[in-house]
């Protein structure tokens, strides 16, 4: 192969990987494809609920044809008994000749294992091509593994002027359609989206994929509400049975309560506080034990200032409206400046955008 069919190659299955997001948690979005004499022979993605793995399910369309051929992969192939066999196994059975990989997986069951029993076989393993990209699309696997917790990210809607609600908290529709259908997108390519009570006492939001043949990849629900205060008819409440809830609430919160929110069939965990907001970092460890990986934080404003405020963002999504709100409207961070986003030395800006009148900046952990 080429430099240049293997890019177009590794590029097809960097999308194929990204099908997955959102919809394998707790295991990493792969995406596979077999090449034989410059022609694709198979193509796998790691399917819901993170198994078949990708790398067998590109095997499975290739059949005997995988002898020989080259197999690109965005993460290293699992070496590891789990609840399915090794995919590097599966490879070397297949007699593939050559493995081009994105990157190591940083699973310390896997780290270099999977390409090692690979080499072992006699065959030739390549890697580094698209690492960024890969590195990008497995960000919740890879700081799962290194911190303890699920990727996050800062979703915010701002009017021109900075604010996201008018005065005295009341909701106001601040970005047009093409945005919103751009957030429901978006909403997809998570693994669970999050908000404080505070933004369903005020909006009673959805937080669901409101288009067309996506409400089934709408995420978890998470609550932040540390007195459960949460009205039973609330959206998040009412409608747990069609698309999973979960809420966290102090160790002081009324067990009454609990008991009628988990009848209803929401799950709910207590962790720690401190003058009365939750403890983000033990939430966030809950998440990642519970096989969250990636996380969307919808706020409101003082959810989003407390992610903000202890350094637990990874990447921004900043939509910015026209319309403007008042001087007496609500800020988007509580008590902060959007420059603690904008001007941040441990966030770099990677992207601009415009749906409709609005336009979205994008911003990753430097």
């Given at each position: 192969m080429t430099p240049g069919e293997d890019a177009r190659f590794m590029a097809l299955a960097l999308a194929l990987g990204r099908r997955g997001l959102g919809n394998t948690w707790p295991n990493p979005a792969?995406?596979?494809?077999?090449?034989?004499?410059?022609?694709?022979?198979?193509?796998?993605?790691?399917?819901?609920?993170?198994?078949?793995?990708?790398?067998?399910?590109a095997l499975k369309r290739a059949g005997k044809a995988a002898e020989g051929a080259?197999?690109?992969?965005?993460?290293?192939?699992?070496?590891h008994q789990g609840k399915t066999p090794p995919c590097a196994d599966a490879v070397a059975r297949a007699k593939i000749a050559r493995v081009v990989s994105s990157i190591e997986d940083p699973n310390p069951e896997v780290g270099g294992q999977g390409h090692k029993k690979l080499t072992d076989r006699k065959i030739a393993v390549e890697v580094g091509l698209?690492?960024?990209?890969?590195?990008?699309?497995?960000a919740g696997h890879i700081r799962r593994i290194a911190d303890g917790r699920p990727h996050v990210m800062l979703k915010l809607a701002v009017s021109a002027d900075g604010k996201v609600a008018a005065a005295g908290r009341k909701p106001v529709a601040i970005t047009g359609e093409a945005a919103r259908h751009r957030v429901y997108q978006m909403r997809a390519d998570y693994d669970a989206i999050l908000v404080g009570i505070g933004t369903v006492l005020a909006d009673n939001p959805a937080l669901t994929c409101r288009l067309p043949g996506m409400y089934e990849r709408s995420p978890v629900r998470i609550l932040?509400?540390?007195?459960?205060?949460?009205?039973?008819?609330?959206?998040?409440?009412?409608?747990?049975?069609?698309?999973?809830?979960?809420?966290?609430?102090?160790?002081?919160?009324?067990?009454?309560?609990?008991q009628i929110l988990q009848e209803r069939g929401a799950k709910v965990f207590r962790v720690?506080?401190?003058?009365?907001?939750?403890?983000?970092?033990?939430?966030?460890?809950t998440l990642s034990a519970e096989g969250i990986t990636r996380l969307m934080v919808e706020g409101g404003p003082t959810v989003a200032a407390s992610f903000v405020d202890a350094d637990l963002v990874d990447a921004v999504a900043l939509f910015h409206a026209e319309k403007t709100i008042g001087e007496d409207g609500i800020d988007a961070l509580e008590g902060m400046s959007l420059d603690a986003l904008t001007a941040s030395d441990k966030l770099k800006k990677t992207g601009e955008a415009e749906f409709g009148p609005d336009r979205v900046e994008t911003y990753e952990r430097v």
């Open positions: 792969v995406g596979a494809v077999i090449v034989k004499n410059g022609v694709i022979i198979g193509r796998g993605w790691t399917q819901p609920g993170g198994r078949p793995h990708a790398e067998t399910q080259t197999m690109y992969v965005t993460l290293e192939p699992c070496s698209g690492a960024d990209d890969a590195r990008r699309d497995h932040l509400d540390s007195q459960l205060r949460a009205p039973l008819a609330c959206h998040l409440v009412a409608t747990v049975r069609e698309t999973p809830t979960w809420i966290f609430t102090s160790k002081t919160a009324s067990e009454i309560a609990e720690g506080s401190q003058n009365g907001r939750l403890d983000l970092d033990e939430i966030l460890k």
